[in-house]
């Protein structure tokens, strides 16, 4: 602003100059042409109208400092493009730091329920997610997903995550050998087909007790030469560490395992007789938020 300022005044002597130099040359054509006419032979008059011509040409004193002052305002001009392109550009990486660091903050929770569907603890489950706007994944059995297909569509419907959880969840089958393995697989997304249709797709599963360990490296290869995307987890209520847990302690053990992560991967169960894990959600969500974390779905 201050430039703008300096230039401007910087211009208003040149333009005072500029009308004295139009009124004189104006005067000096009329002298010229009036002193040519009444005292001067006819050579000279023509002389003196070259001259004449010559002031309101190209290199006239007048069209020279008529083009200096067009030029002086293109520069403005152009100085104040490039002002306000600076701004921009300015206001652009201001807004794009900002959004990194919002997404270097974020934090997310990823609730998931592992071992269903069940008729009476699943249809529970989803009734708070929906009380509380909140998306859950749901990696199923599919011999499960087979006897209750109308909670299969429910859980799609209001859209949660499915995810595959192999067929019979019988570890001394599923993990003989990497055949069964993805035969397992293979056949719950067959099941899914058949409830969702042909166009459904998920690609996502969780292996029955979780990938960990050496022992499971081959199979961990094989899910992934298959194109399937594999999630344990990171947090947990504890449901799965022994029979009739209390609400409270459910709670307690979310609190002691989230640990202050930004992304939490939560395991909890929606098979039959987790009648706690119900009871705790509505605390274990309202936690999460009052800690600043937001609800995702896996994909």
């Known amino acids: 602003m201050t430039k703008k300022t300096n230039f401007n005044k910087k211009r208003h002597p040149r333009k005072y100059i500029i009308v004295f130099i ?3 040359s104006l005067f000096f054509i009329r002298t010229s042409h009036n002193f040519n006419f009444r005292n001067v032979p006819s050579v000279v008059e023509a002389g003196n109208l070259s001259e004449s011509i010559l002031l309101i040409s190209e290199k006239s004193p007048v069209n020279v400092a008529f083009q200096h002052e067009k030029a002086l305002i293109e520069a403005e001009k152009i100085e104040k493009a490039q002002l306000e ?4 550009r300015e206001i652009a990486e201001k807004k794009r730091q900002e959004a990194q660091e919002a997404k270097e903050n974020k934090k997310i929770a990823y609730l998931t329920f592992d071992d269903g569907p069940s008729p009476n603890v ?4 989803l009734d708070i997610l929906d009380e ?11 011999n499960l997903a087979e006897k209750y297909p109308d909670i299969i569509k429910r859980i799609n419907e209001s859209g949660h995550g499915i995810g595959n959880h192999s067929y019979s969840h019988s570890y001394k089958n599923i ?3 990497t055949t ?3 035969n397992e697989l293979k056949a719950t997304d067959k ?3 058949n ?14 007790g979780g990938s960990f360990g050496q022992q499971k490296a081959p199979f961990r290869k094989a899910a992934i030469d298959n194109g399937y995307s594999y999630y344990d987890w990171n947090a947990l209520n504890g449901d799965a560490e022994g029979k009739k847990l209390s609400k409270n302690k459910l709670v307690q053990r979310l609190k002691s395992t989230t640990n202050g992560q930004k992304k939490l991967i939560v395991l909890m169960h929606d098979m039959g007789g987790k009648q706690t894990t119900v009871d705790a959600l509505p605390e274990i969500i309202e936690y999460l938020q009052q800690n600043g974390y937001e609800f995702g779905i896996i994909k």
């Open 22 to 24: 139009i009124v004189f």
């Open 85 to 88: 392109l600076e701004k921009e």
């Open 122 to 125: 699943t249809p529970q489950i």
């Open 132 to 142: 509380y706007d909140v998306k859950a994944t749901f990696f199923v059995i599919g």
């Open 175 to 177: 993990y003989k050998n």
């Open 180 to 182: 069964n393995f993805l």
């Open 191 to 193: 099941v899914l087909k």
């Open 195 to 208: 409830i969702l249709g042909d166009s459904f797709e998920s690609n996502i599963i969780r292996f029955p």
